[in-house]
């Protein structure tokens, strides 16, 4: 995959004499505007985008890296730009003049299991052999309902964790993917497993997950949740990192979940949005509204259901909808997953079923404990490097 990467990079470098790949991390608050002034490209390259587009700009989440190639002279050849998990904005040059486009992001997923002992807490060892914060989060968030760690977990105890995880130019892109974990205290083995999208104990029984009410009344869903979608008539891909909710103007617009509001004012193509930060790391966003309710503002804490605005078609909006979107870990995943979920225990039939799925976990369990295993660490990516280097690595 990395190999590809330069590859692309490098016949550019012939084409275009470009000299330099440097990778830089997306400041924040700075916009896509922004972006394309700092960097001297003009700015008709944003306004030519449809609503849809200029909507994903907003997307580009603080802390993305993301590359750029340079000339000699410092100029721009070719920026790519991750949005979502499955698409980068990509900006080229043809006969001297910008143009953009989007481009699949080019990722390998991994299957990849942990098993250690614990030294110093389950999130420090975690982060310590594998470098994925996230995996950390996500491993004790699925336990913090069943277990109390800071009482339960005593030095030498152990835990398995069997995950998938994105990489992309040997960096973890988006979140794991925890398939099935272990974890033992006192003697006791506890394990969760994921089972269609959704999380149960060894008994089938579904664990208290986060789940989100229906943030408005709607007439439609007028557009879903999608990574990489190819559009078969133009031609080029889209991504739509939200639900939009068609809903005459004035629907109130309800909190989807307790929480606190970190955002109410303009934002991008998403006009006025509120977004609100939930416990475990989640966020939720509300864009497009026509005003925000009496007393909404940043700082305050609201309770599910609490009318926090109404629906509009500020922004880059084609009619009137709510644009809802769910972020964990400040990356965008799909809401559907979460809306008036019930918790539920697998019986009869679907929990013979499950258990069998499961089987095979148990055993991956069992083998990673026999043979203590360790994935191996995502590989840092040297920040500057000129394009002989980067020739070098693509023939390793
Ligand atoms: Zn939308």
């Known amino acids: 995959m990395r190999s590809i990467f330069f590859i692309f990079l490098i016949i550019s470098s012939y084409l275009f004499g470009a000299t330099k790949l440097v990778e830089q991390k997306w400041e924040k608050g700075k916009t896509f505007l922004n972006f394309l002034q700092d960097h001297k490209i003009p700015k008709k390259l944003y306004y030519d985008l449809d609503a849809g587009n200029k909507e994903l700009t907003t997307e580009i989440t603080s802390g993305t890296r993301y590359q750029i190639l340079q000339n000699d002279k410092g100029e721009i050849e070719q920026v790519l730009i991750p949005v979502g998990e499955e698409l980068q904005i990509h ?17 390998e997923t991994k299957h ?7 030294k110093s807490s389950p999130y420090k060892d975690i982060v310590r052999l594998t470098n994925n914060h996230l995996l950390a989060n996500e491993f004790i968030q699925s336990y913090k309902n069943s277990i109390n760690f800071k009482k339960d977990i005593r030095k030498g105890d152990k835990l398995v964790i069997v995950y998938t995880q994105k990489v992309r130019l040997g960096r ?3 979140n794991p993917i925890i398939e099935a974990s272990m974890i033992e205290t006192r003697g006791v083995k506890h394990y969760i497993y994921r089972y269609k999208g959704r999380y ?15 943030p408005c009344r709607y007439t439609r869903i007028s557009d879903g949740f ?30 989807a979940g307790d929480g606190k509001i970190i955002f109410a004012g303009r934002r ?21 509204l026509k005003k925000f309710a009496r007393g909404i503002r940043r700082g305050r804490y609201v309770k599910k259901g609490k009318t926090i605005g109404y629906v509009g078609s500020t922004g880059l909006s084609t009619g009137p909808h709510l644009h809802f979107g769910l972020y964990k870990n400040n990356h965008a995943i799909n809401p559907a997953n979460t809306i008036n979920v019930v918790k539920n225990s697998l019986r009869g039939r679907k929990r013979r079923e499950f258990l069998s799925y499961v089987r095979k976990y ?6 990673a404990i026999n043979d203590k295993v ?4 995502e590989e840092a990516f040297a920040f500057y490097m000129n394009v002989k280097r980067a020739k070098d690595i693509s023939n390793n």
């Open 200 to 214: 149960y104990n060894k008994k089938g029984k579904e664990l208290e997950g986060f789940f989100l009410s229906q």
């Open 172 to 174: 973890q892109l988006g």
């Open 112 to 118: 990849k299991v942990l098993e250690t002992e614990i």
């Open 362 to 367: 148990n055993k991956e369990i069992q083998v």
């Open 226 to 255: 999608t990574y990489k979608r190819w559009h078969p008539i133009l031609h080029i891909y889209r991504a739509h990192l939200g639900i939009d909710f068609a809903a005459p103007i004035g629907t109130p617009v309800h909190a």
């Open 91 to 107: 900006i080229g040059k043809q006969n001297g003049k910008y143009f953009m486009n989007l481009l699949p992001i080019v990722y």
């Open 374 to 377: 360790t994935p191996k660490k």
């Open 268 to 288: 991008g193509g998403y006009g006025n949005c509120i977004i609100i930060k939930h416990v475990g790391g989640y966020k939720t966003l509300y864009g497009h």
